[in-house]
């Protein structure tokens, strides 16, 4: 069910996910389609989410992006300033460095691997913020199996640290490797299950990296050869036009439906650029979601040493990285 | 004891892995129900790249993607003995390499053909066959009687008929292959000839024959129930003619018109990333069916080419494929579930979007009217048999059955 409406407010809105955006040209979405946009989300009942670029936007857009509820995802120390001072817990800024300083309650890190890897020291240090810490990789696909051990190696440094912390009472947030411990179910991106994107252009994506690639004439997959060949499902004047759309959805992902790796962001993006399927992970993907997955084992097991924590999760013991080694017993 | 005759078994039970050559994408034929829409007479695969692949394939020896017991090397087209020297030659490295390598396919290996049967009995395609006849399948596709045939297998050119050009090969054919079977594709313009075009075959010599409606979506309101009147005569024909003890028609399977659970049965019909196809220019497919050739509205779904090898993540998607997560609920729910086949090609093909997993229904309707017309066939068929005392002695003897792969 859709909950988030994503509203990309110009095309060089900042990217926090996966995907880069390399769109370089400003394009403000213009009022009427903001003001289309946030009467959808309205009668959908979706929570907006608007994604910033890192520059002003006209006077004019304030009265508008403040008419209803919202998060705001922007670049860091790039607050935007609608009048409003009243911040949402959920705003999010988003940085491609280590930052020195955090204003909103949730920071998404950007970095290739080896920047993280690089980086590893610093990152321990925003863990003691009190805020979330989303680290997303950007090289995903670069990675390889010769790099496993250095992943586990790294993760192990981190859960170190976050140990400590839990140990002073305080409950660090890092996406790698404390939201496993907290789920009991798969809790992923779900683009175009539960959140939409709107596109500048008034269009529906899956997510912002489907816009990118439409944006970009990069090799479009969603509707070969169509005359209205685009990677849009939908847009404000006809709705939404999801192709199908079960293929979305965790029951129709073989490999991920029975899969307990729940803190995955299982990329429907990424799905596509490397297996062409969108409901099929790569092997990059599942790798590195089971090392995340086996290191908050290990971290949920350390933290139990210490006295009594989540009782109801149960993180079982398993002998592979990829599910699809297994795919036969799975 | 009263036998039935079954479809001859695979090779291997089928379990060996198919890697198969598209050494041209040329024809003769302009076969009408063909679904190689970019056939051309350009992409012909030059020695090299079929070196190449050969050393990529055994190269990789114990890699799980090819660590199966046996192989079939199978060679198509367009037609493939328009390159039987091409062909000539990738048999013999292949054979020289499996002895210099040691390896564990020394014989354990066949040489696979699927011919228009024009050129069959030309000397250097005889001489291939003479050469390798221990381990050969080839099978001569003939579509029935002349008219049948004529109406689809046509030159490319003169659009004449080939049925007097092909039928002539028939029996050196079947000297050289005595269980040799003939594959019949049905298309919607087809459906008034199958009756005859079976039982010619039969009159051929040809004691099966493997017989299938083209996925693809041609079927015009009202097919369903021609097709199913003519499934009946032919099983009027079968029956009363006794044909069922030496010949078969693979429209008439046992197997099929059973609801199918979803746990149980849900393995997927198709061995499409199983099986490793090369093209000409040394790009690899799951199947051929996804190189572009055999494509009218997507992309080649190329995995990989002879210099890079398999990426891996290209047929992940194929490897996972079950029968429940690509078909739609109506194939779900479907009390004749069984049998019902796809291709995996088309599927991807006729998708709304970039995918293997949007199971196409065109055949929907010809499946169920295939069922009716089986039901009525293995009725007729035992209630003949206990008239005459045979039932029990062919229930206790009949072979066990496995579900047909594509």
Redesign the interface.
Known sequence: MLQYLVIILDDTSVAYCHADNPLEERNLMPLETLKKGILFGMKQNLMIQYVFPDYALPEEYASIIESIDNVKIYPIGKKPDTGLNDESEADVEVAMDIPENVDAQNLVLRLSFSEMLKQKDEIVKLFAQGKRINLCITDVEQFADEQIEAYKQVLNEWNTALLDLYKQGQSPQFNLLTDRMMLEKMHNCEAGVSNITLAPNGKFYLCPAFYYDERMQVFN?????QPSSDNSVGDLEKGLDI??PQ?LKLN?A??CRKCDAYQCRRCLWLN?K???????????QCVMAHIERNASRDLLNDIRKVGEFMPEINIKEIDYLDP?DV?KEF | MTKIKDSNEPWKGGMAKNITFIVTKDCQLACKYCYLVGKNVKERMPWEVAKTFIDYVLDHETDPDFAYESVVWDFIGGEPFLEIELIDKICDYIKTELFRRNHHWFNSYRFSFSTNGINYHEKAVQDFIKKNREHLSIGITIDGTEKKHDLNRVYKITEKGSYKDVVKNIPLWLEQFPFGGTKVTISSADIPYITESVLHLYGLGIHEVNINVVFEDVWQEGDDLKFEEQLMQLADAIIDGGYYQDYSCSFFSELIGKPMDPERDNQNWCGAGKMLSVDAAGNLYPCTRFAQYSLRDKDAWIIGNIKDGIDKNKIRSFLTLDRVTQSPQKCLECEVASGCAWCQGENYDAAQTHTVFQRATAICLMHKARVRANNYYWNKLYRKLELEDLREQYEANKREVKPEIC
């Open positions: 997959q969603m509707n070969h050869h192709p199908n293929l129709y073989p490999l596509r490397l297996t062409w399927d969108l409901n099929t992970p790569s092997h990059q699809f795919r």
